[in-house]
């Protein structure tokens, strides 16, 4: 059977193809308006020790039916588990699904295409460079092969000829000078570029090109407006605390400047994003250990075959809870009226929750992926401190001005380091461990050379007696101080005697010149105040006895 159609016979055979081609045609234009890829924006960054909370904006239309919206262009470090959705509009969210797409490359990170520009620049300039050299190789080679003078039978006169030397001479000199001149461009440029390279591929091994996308699958009965709101978790972000601790002079307060050094690798750049710090640790995990069962048993010999119960191991805490990350929240959408300040602290919110403290910075940050961490001033304050030099000259003959701060333990303060300066100059940097510290924070402020500090063993009066079977020795020591500064100082002198572990080994105190004595320790400790230009002298005695036929380590 054939159909006719404008005259001419169809084969129904290639009927029923075109019809299935339509068909294909057909569906999957379909399918394809099902899938609407959307970009979102970063509106708030919440950074934790480890890892960050991302949260995203983005407004659209959706069509009726179902479809999915795909959220593109995100981290390629998504912890899958950690993803929230919700959304504002006439529609219903059937599901929400994480996927990587090796298709689409991440923006390349901003400071890598400068670099990249710069290498094309560089490799260019070489390029033009390189055939200058060239051109004038084959100029040089040119007139070295002409240099023969050659005529047509009439005479060449000397000025001629003159002038024909002239111009060989001077420009085989230019063409020397110009290529010293491109060569000297050459070996520029190569370093130049060799840099740059060396940079490019430190930071290229940062930049993850795949992209990461959230699929959500979406129900709505007409076309409307939709409002989506994402939250979710990155890898390879973080900060860590540093503090700045300045004291003018020993009658001024403390100034504590509480900083911290934020970085992210998440393969996409924070633009002028809110910017939340907090002192939680997803990584930790939320959940309390249990503790089983402690078997005990003997130990038998292992030729044997035996069997022994045993407790099972204590199960590790699990992932992050979801619960957690929504616990964090992100604060009021208001943060009140600041006064000018030179300082980011003046714009930080510190909030503290029953688990953890949260920093909130009313100025927006850049923190771009791979990049150098980006120092974020949290807080600045000042504290009330007590001076005091310390001194143990067995150990060392200078003294060293200490601060004893008070009114630190409502910081929230983290372990880390601190950079040290008094009266203007930096003095060392330190390190603080706030679980290991109890009411007072103490710092040193560094060495003070006008506390003249000297230390000698009195060898005249030191005795040795033979008793019987014991043998006892006498030790005296002295130490001097001097004040050589024009203000009064409150000095702290340490010192020691042994302290035996054995019961034939015999230690006694006989004097200590007021020293407050620690028997566990054997520790001697004085406090004075120094006037200026003052000197003072401090001794002290210690016995030991031991067997005479027995010789005493470290003494």
Do not use: C
């Amino acid at each position: 059977m054939e159909i006719l159609h404008s005259g001419h016979p169809i084969n129904k055979s290639i009927m029923k193809r075109f019809i299935y081609y339509l068909f294909i045609v057909v569906s999957v234009n379909a399918y394809a308006e099902t899938e609407k890829k959307v970009k979102s924006e970063i509106e708030q960054v919440t950074v934790f020790l480890q890892k960050a909370q991302i949260e995203r904006s983005a407004s659209l239309t959706v069509p009726s039916g179902k479809s999915e919206i795909i959220f593109e262009g995100l981290s390629h470090s998504i912890d899958p588990q950690s993803i929230q959705v919700s959304g504002k509009g006439g529609f219903i969210i059937l599901g929400v699904k994480h996927q990587n797409n090796y298709l689409q490359e991440n923006e390349m990170p901003s400071k890598l295409r400068v670099l990249m520009d710069s290498l094309k620049y560089y490799s260019n300039q070489l390029i033009f460079k390189e055939n200058s050299r060239g051109v004038l190789i084959k100029e040089e080679a040119l007139l070295l092969a002409n240099q023969k003078i050659t005529g047509t039978g009439e005479s060449i006169t000397a000025a001629q000829l003159k002038e024909m030397a002239d111009f060989f001479r001077k420009r085989m000199n230019d063409i020397s000078l110009e290529k010293i001149g491109v060569e000297e461009d050459i070996r520029t440029l190569n370093s130049k570029k060799g840099a740059v390279q060396k940079q490019i591929n430190e930071w290229r091994s940062t930049w993850v090109r795949n992209s990461g996308e959230i699929v959500v699958s979406i129900s709505s009965k007409t076309t409307t407006k939709a409002m989506f709101n994402l939250s979710y978790l990155v890898n390879n972000a973080g900060w860590s605390p540093s503090y700045d601790i300045r004291a003018t002079n020993v009658d001024s307060p403390i100034q504590l400047n509480y900083k911290a050094n934020v970085y992210q690798n998440s393969g996409i750049d924070w633009k002028d994003v809110n910017m939340v710090l907090s002192t939680s640790n997803p990584t930790i995990g939320g959940f309390k250990p249990t503790l089983n069962p402690w078997y005990l048993d003997f130990i038998y010999n292992t030729s044997i075959s035996y069997k022994r119960s045993s407790a099972p191991e204590p199960m590790e805490a699990d992932e992050f809870a979801l619960s957690e990350v929504a616990d964090e929240g992100f604060g009021d959408d208001g943060w009140g009226d600041f006064e000018e300040s030179e300082t980011v602290s003046s714009y930080t919110e510190v909030v503290e929750t029953s688990l953890n403290t949260r920093f909130n910075i009313a100025l927006k940050y850049t923190i771009l992926t791979g990049g150098k961490p980006e120092l974020v001033e949290i807080q600045s304050h000042n504290l009330e401190a007590t001076y005091q030099y310390s001194v143990a000259p067995k150990l060392e003959k200078d003294a060293f001005l200490l601060a004893y701060i008070t009114g630190w333990e409502s910081l929230s303060l983290l372990p880390g380091e601190a950079n040290i300066y008094f009266e203007g100059t930096y003095i060392n940097k330190s390190y603080i461990d706030p679980n290991n510290t109890m009411d007072t924070l103490d710092i040193s402020l560094g060495r003070d050379k006008k506390i003249i500090v000297q230390r000698k063993n009195i060898t005249d009066f030191t005795t040795r007696k033979t008793i019987g079977s014991k043998k006892k020795v006498l030790y005296i020591y002295e130490i001097e101080l001097r004040n050589a500064k024009s203000v009064a100082v409150n000095v702290q002198v340490e010192d020691q005697i042994p302290i035996s572990r054995n019961k034939e080994i015999l230690v006694e105190l006989i004097s200590k010149s007021g020293a407050s004595y620690d028997q566990s320790t054997g520790k001697l400790s004085w406090d004075l105040i120094l006037d200026p230009n003052q000197s003072q002298k401090l001794s002290f005695e210690f016995e030991v006895q031991y067997p005479k036929d027995k010789k005493i380590t470290n003494l």
